[in-house]
């Protein structure tokens, strides 16, 4: 019985510090530099860029309901933050070659870019992550938070994405920001 006890506290223990790792995730990273003021934050819920009358079909209005909430975080590149920028870059980069984000799609050069990637399943994705960059404008990382969402319908309502349906009144103001 002492062995089995001894076993148990051993095995208690490693659970515990393995769970307990500094391995950096994303979700560590937005929270460590939503109030860092060289970036800029945004957190928005699906519910706040939908029209009240909108003209989205049911299968269009499932897949936006699926979508829970919009995270960004972007940092400006410029002379004065040069190496801050690369350093912050990499860091994310690194973050998202963990083996727990799947990538969907990559394209770009090395200076500018984006890396689609998520975690869940193929059909059933939990978190979409957009990372985009560009060594002159700097860069930018969206977090789509949802449950279950499928790959394919996001894809089809972004293509069927127009103003109507949408209040992208928000991004004006970002973008002016970044400019």
């Not at 070659?97 to 090395?110: D, H, I, Q, R, V």
């Not at 059933?124 to 957009?130: M, N, T, V």
């Not at 060594?135 to 972004?158: Q, Y």
């Given at each position: 019985?002492?062995?089995?006890?001894?076993?148990?506290?051993?095995?208690?223990?490693?659970?515990?510090?393995s769970s307990?790792?500094?391995?950096?995730?994303?979700?560590?990273y937005y929270?460590?530099?939503?109030?860092?003021?060289?970036?800029?934050?945004?957190?928005?819920?699906s519910?706040?860029?939908?029209?009240?009358?909108?003209?989205?079909?049911e299968?269009?209005l499932?897949?936006?309901?699926?979508?829970?909430?919009v995270?960004?975080?972007a940092?400006?590149?410029n002379?004065?933050?040069?190496?801050?920028?690369?350093s912050?870059?990499?860091?994310?980069?690194?973050?998202?070659?963990?083996?727990?984000?799947?990538?969907?799609?990559?394209?770009?050069?090395?200076k500018?870019?984006a890396t689609?990637?998520?975690?869940?399943?193929?059909?059933?994705?939990?978190?979409?992550?957009?990372f985009?960059?560009?060594?002159?404008?700097?860069?930018?990382?969206?977090?789509?938070?949802?449950?279950?969402?499928?790959?394919?319908?996001?894809?089809?309502?972004?293509?069927?994405?127009?103003?109507?349906?949408?209040?992208?009144?928000?991004?004006?103001?970002?973008?002016?920001?970044?400019?």
């Open positions: 019985m002492k062995t089995f006890v001894i076993t148990l506290s051993v095995f208690v223990a490693a659970i515990v510090v307990c790792s500094n391995n950096a995730s994303l979700q560590k929270v460590e530099k939503q109030n860092d003021n060289a970036f800029i934050s945004l957190d928005l819920p519910s706040l860029i939908l029209t009240e009358d909108n003209t989205l079909s299968e269009q499932k897949t936006v309901k699926s979508i829970k909430k995270n960004m975080l940092l400006e590149v002379e004065l933050n040069k190496a801050a920028y690369e912050e870059k990499e860091r994310v980069q690194a973050i998202l070659n963990n083996e727990a984000y799947e990538t969907l799609m990559k394209y770009g050069s090395n500018q870019g689609l990637k998520f975690t869940g399943e193929d059909d059933a994705i939990d978190e979409l992550i957009i985009a960059s560009d060594e002159e404008r700097g860069f930018a990382l969206f977090r789509v938070i949802g449950d279950d969402m499928n790959p394919s319908s996001i894809m089809k309502l972004m293509d069927s994405v127009n103003t109507n349906n949408f209040d992208f009144s928000f991004m004006k103001e970002f973008g002016s920001a970044l400019n």
